[in-house]
């Protein structure tokens, strides 16, 4: 490998692995930091690939397309962490890549997941790994019902788990959930969702984004609430513990660290996901340097920006049929702005764009959120 450079001179070309709209709205943000961005997936017309300079369509293990892929760029991330661990380890003897194969296996496997998070000092829920029926009842005993089931890898937006509340729910659960082994969690009774956005740059500098609170519908994000309306010590703690995440991971770029607000005010960890996350859209209009310029400034080599709210903020997912009717709408208020994702089919589910409104600060009450909603 040829030593690269860092900070990265304007027009070196940054590597991508994935196509979505994460991809897209980093690769836009490169743009504007002087940079190129090469797409890698194995689909094409990916909405990441309408807005780079080059492409490669190709398996995550074609070990030669990645090699011609390394040779052509001067570092590699990640828009997703569904790329296989293998695909980093092929690509980093050859190029940087930011995040690297470790960050990358912890956070797409849920077993390695809780167990980091254990020992970087985020409470999880009690969990255990299952891999036979009987041990999936012996866990059920341990822990108790209700209790989430879910696959070790590849779910998201509520795929791959099942809620168990009664015992004769665990057979159906444990045959339709695979790959196996699967991961069995305590159902947790949380008051809100949270999460928290960190950066952290080559040089170990670590910057947080305000502590978001988020609603799901369908178990896909619909809105989130910057600041989230929890006690300071509460979204303090969601920082702090966001930041010590990325710092025991060594990460180079941005993570997002989901939470569960329990009523007594206590945190526990849920997910990391180590790239731009859906939370953290709002930053793109509310904030000076966006998650997206974060990340790719801390990809380049260059210093991490700021990550002060100029603007309280609501984020409202488009999805499927149902959000992009509301696109007309939302584009004629002059005051929230619409970001869509270039997809050509707007299917049930899918996420097509986003919409931001602004508010000013310290303004994001319950008469403020009500016209949010009633306008998003």
Sequence with gaps: ??????????????????????????????????????????????????????????????????????????????????????????????????????????????????????????????????????????????????????????????????????QEDLAPAWERLSPKPLILEAFVPFTQEISAIAARGADGATAVYDAVENQHRHHILDLSFAPARVPEEVAAQARAHAARVAEALELVGVLAVEFFLLPDGRLLGNEIAPRPHNSGHWTQDACQSSQFHQHMRAVAGLPLGGTARHSDAVMRNLVGPEGMARVSALQAQSDVSVHLYGKASARPGRKMGHANRLFPLGTLGKEAVAEALSEL
């Excluded at 980093?92 to 998070?117: M, N, T």
């Excluded at 036979?132 to 209700?146: M, Q, T």
């Design 1 to 166: 490998m040829s030593e690269t450079r860092f900070p990265l001179p304007p027009n070196a070309t940054i590597g991508i692995l994935g196509g979505g709209q994460l991809g897209r709205m980093s690769a836009l943000a490169a743009a504007e930091l002087g940079y190129r961005c090469h797409i890698y997936a194995p689909q094409d017309d990916e909405p990441a690939m309408l807005v780079s300079a080059a492409r490669t369509v190709a398996g995550y293990e074609d070990e030669a397309a990645l090699a011609a892929f390394a040779a052509a760029v001067d570092v590699v991330t990640l828009e997703f962490e569904n790329v296989p661990v293998r695909t980093l380890e092929i690509l980093a003897p050859l190029v940087p890549c930011r995040p690297g194969p470790r960050a990358l296996s912890v956070c797409q496997d849920r077993l390695q997941e809780k167990a980091f998070l254990e020992s970087a000092g985020v409470p999880v829920a009690p969990w255990a790994v299952v891999t036979s029926e009987p041990e999936l009842r012996e866990a059920v005993a341990r822990i108790g019902l209700p209790a989430v089931l879910k696959t070790t890898r590849l779910g998201y937006d509520g795929r791959g788990q099942a809620v168990l509340r009664t």
